[in-house]
């Protein structure tokens, strides 16, 4: 399946900045608010998810509502007109919309690591560039991650020249570049002969730029996560943002990027198990040795389903907690405070990951073999949380938490803990 983004849904490229102004986003005023707009369009994504899923139907209509709601900038700083909501408020956002719609709620991740780049990297004159481009309704998308390139010299390069930036590579994984209208682009620059990186936020159709419907994942089938071309594509200097300085001092871009993670598998959980709620009580026979009517009266049944709250919850405390290190940790960066959030945020993803995919697989074990039927989805709750929480290794986040409440050791600073 290999389909180019710009004959499926073209945009020009000045569309965000020349819209009309009723066609901009509605303003979200403050953290309630965006809770509350997230419940609602939460309630609209989730009637067709198992569909969307089973024909991997691209969401475009679903991501314009999405972003029409205001959700997409609800961490602009209020210095440059955005609500800059807590940390705790855009993870449930996310769980929400996940719960729904688990690709749903992925789409924007990088979207809003984007913009904490830029809140903790960029030049105030980007800055004020890009986030009126999000309050206008524009989409951030990803192109990070690249397969089999551990070498430098091999990976997405910037090349500067008298004739102008150039970035010339090939990535995967690039989740929502589908969907965008610039696709933030892990880059590296040769500086006196030692490789600096960079996070280019290059324009999607811009000349040399491909991007290529070829995602075929068993889960997350519609985030769009393919690959992106970059052929000599020109870039203007204004849009290239520091990005290795961002990790050579404490900053909380890691354990930001981790928590959003964290919330998509807390809403993959909670999804999958209002789902096995709902076939237990209304259409899962009991097992005969319970002598029961119900189902939802076996005994062993409930107490499963007690267990499996109980971590559930579990998991909401240890999101809502480590959103409140992140917060912390953006109001005063320093080696503790950050090493805090990260380890914080490492505890919630570690229970996220094993409540999303328990939950998946629970569902079926409560519910029975009339729950495996195909036109009813419901095997899309485990699928996604399998793919998604394999971004990466939960061994090792319990090696980060045991090696610092042990042994006083910092985690490493960089975007996967």
Not at 15 to 44: F, S, Y
Not at 202 to 208: A, S, W
Not at 296 to 309: E, K, N, Y
């Amino acid at each position: 399946m290999t389909s180019i983004v710009s004959n499926e849904h073209p945009f020009a490229l000045g569309e965000v900045i020349e819209r009309a102004p009723g066609a901009l986003p509605d303003e979200i005023t403050n953290d309630e608010h965006a809770l509350d707009v997230a419940r609602g369009i939460a309630a609209r994504f989730a009637p067709g998810a198992a569909e969307r899923d089973r024909l991997r139907q691209l969401p475009w209509d679903e991501l314009d509502a999405f972003v029409a709601s205001g959700l997409w900038g609800i961490t602009v700083p209020r210095a440059y007109g955005g609500p800059a909501v807590r940390s705790g408020t855009l993870a449930e956002v996310i769980a929400l919309v996940s719960e729904a719609d688990g690709s749903l709620g992925q789409i924007p991740q990088n979207h809003f690591y984007a913009l904490e780049v830029l809140r903790v990297g960029a030049s105030a004159e980007q800055q004020a560039f890009f986030y009126e481009l999000v309050r206008a309704g524009a989409r951030f998308g990803n192109a990070l991650a690249e397969i089999g390139h551990k070498d430098f010299k091999r990976r997405t390069r910037l090349v500067r020249s008298e004739d102008g930036w150039f970035v010339d590579g090939q990535k995967f994984y690039c989740t929502g570049a589908l969907f965008a209208q610039w696709i933030p682009t892990h880059v590296v620059a040769d500086e006196g002969g030692r490789d600096v990186a960079y996070l280019a936020f290059v324009p999607h159709d811009l000349q040399g730029v491909t991007v290529t419907d070829d995602w075929d994942g068993f889960g997350q089938r519609v985030t769009g996560s393919g690959s992106v071309r970059f052929e000599h594509v020109r870039v203007r200097p204004e849009w290239v943002v520091p990005f290795q300085a961002s990790f050579d001092r404490p900053t909380t871009i890691g354990p930001f990027a981790q928590l959003l993670h964290a919330a998509i598998d807390l809403g993959q959980a909670r999804g999958a198990f209002a789902a096995t709620l709902d076939f237990v009580r209304n259409h899962a026979r009991p097992w005969v040795d319970a002598r029961v009517q119900r189902a939802a009266d076996d005994p062993l049944t409930i107490a499963q389903i007690g267990d499996l709250a109980t971590r559930l919850r579990a998991a909401e405390v240890l999101v809502r907690r480590a959103g409140r290190f992140v917060d912390a940790a953006q109001a005063a960066p320093g080696e503790r405070s950050v090493a805090q959030a990260s380890i914080a945020v490492a505890e919630a993803r570690a229970a996220t990951t094993v409540v999303s995919l328990d939950a998946g697989s629970r569902l079926f074990e409560l519910a029975g073999t009339a729950a495996t039927l195909d036109d009813l989805g419901l095997d899309r709750f485990w699928r996604n949380a399998r793919t998604h929480t394999l971004h990466d290794p939960v061994r090792w986040k319990y090696h980060a938490i045991g090696n610092f409440h042990l042994n006083d050791t910092l985690p490493p600073r960089h975007g996967a803990i």
